[in-house]
């Protein structure tokens, strides 16, 4: 259950490359991964510029979308926990969970789409890559898996 959510708010982590001040949420560990990407992509000041704004207009749909989904993922835990708990009202729960997580999932990738336009062709390449590379880490950590955008 969790380990859906870790993957959908994780996924936002790899488009934000270009950002050099840390989104809402992201700590030093994450900022400085940021950073490194920004680096590799070898983004210029006019494209780092834009992609933060594009990360400060989503900026506070994202924060809202990401506390529904946690809030979402937490009932339906306590529900499954909770051995009075009818299936018949764990199913709306798991899809309540589903829901916060796909919607999540779509702002992501409409953020991560004004992302990529900002960059050049041999940018967005190495983006795949590093992408790419990223599925593949948590993948190897038990991660990823069919229905988890990868």
């Given at each position: ?8 708010v ?11 001040m ?32 594009i990360?400060a ?35 709306p ?12 999932l ?21 983006m ?6 990223h599925?593949g ?14």
């Open positions: 259950m969790m380990t859906r959510l870790s993957l959908v994780g996924l936002g982590l790899v488009p934000l490359a270009a950002q050099s840390p989104s809402p949420g992201m700590g030093p560990r994450q900022t400085r991964m940021v950073d490194r990407m920004a680096e590799y992509l070898k983004l210029t000041d006019a494209q780092k510029s834009q992609i933060q704004a990360q207009k989503h900026a506070d749909e994202i924060k809202a979308k990401v506390q529904a989904a946690v809030e979402a993922h937490k009932s339906f835990k306590e529900a499954l926990k909770n051995p009075d708990t009818a299936a018949t009202q764990l199913k729960l798991y899809q309540a969970q589903a829901d916060r997580d796909f919607d999540l779509l702002d992501r990738r409409a953020m991560q789409n004004e992302i990529r336009a900002v960059l050049t062709p041999e940018q967005r390449a190495e795949d890559k590093l992408q790419s590379f599925r880490m948590m993948k190897g950590r038990g991660m990823g898996g069919p229905g988890m955008g990868y």
